[in-house]
């Protein structure tokens, strides 16, 4: 076993935890520690708690903010797509349009079953 073959490696891991751990530490050295009050009390939008922090949040936030995730990866798709147009060809266009078209019977759907209302 050669050691000389993984220092790269090994020199690259040192480097990326001295960098995320090493502010860290200064910060926590040099910076200040002046609590009162008001840098203990939990932060509520300005005004004081009235509910339990631990509620359950309504399901459809979630599945609103997964149906974003959906279509934000579509871009994603999209765009690598768009920029070698020429090197695809009428298949590479036909793939695409065929994804989009899957896509949009899935909003489409979503629409119909009122996943995206909000009250």
Do not use: H, T
């Not at 502010?23 to 002046?34: F, S, V």
């Not at 999209?78 to 590479?92: I, S």
């Not at 899935?106 to 009250?119: D, I, Q, R, S, T």
């Amino acid at each position: 076993m050669n050691l000389e073959q993984y220092l790269p490696a090994l020199l690259f891991i040192l480097v990326g935890f001295g960098v995320g751990v090493a502010p860290q530490i200064i910060g926590y050295i040099l910076g200040p520690n002046r609590p009162d009050a008001a840098k203990n009390s939990p932060y509520e939008c300005g005004f004081e708690a009235f509910e339990d922090a631990r509620m359950k949040f309504d399901v459809r936030y979630y599945l609103v903010a997964i149906l974003f995730i959906l279509f934000d990866l579509e871009i994603a798709f999209l765009v690598p797509w768009a920029v070698a147009l020429k090197d695809v060809g009428f298949l590479g266009f036909m793939d695409v349009m065929i994804f989009l078209a899957i896509l949009v019977l899935g909003f489409v759907y979503m629409w119909k079953k009122g996943a995206l209302e909000w009250e």
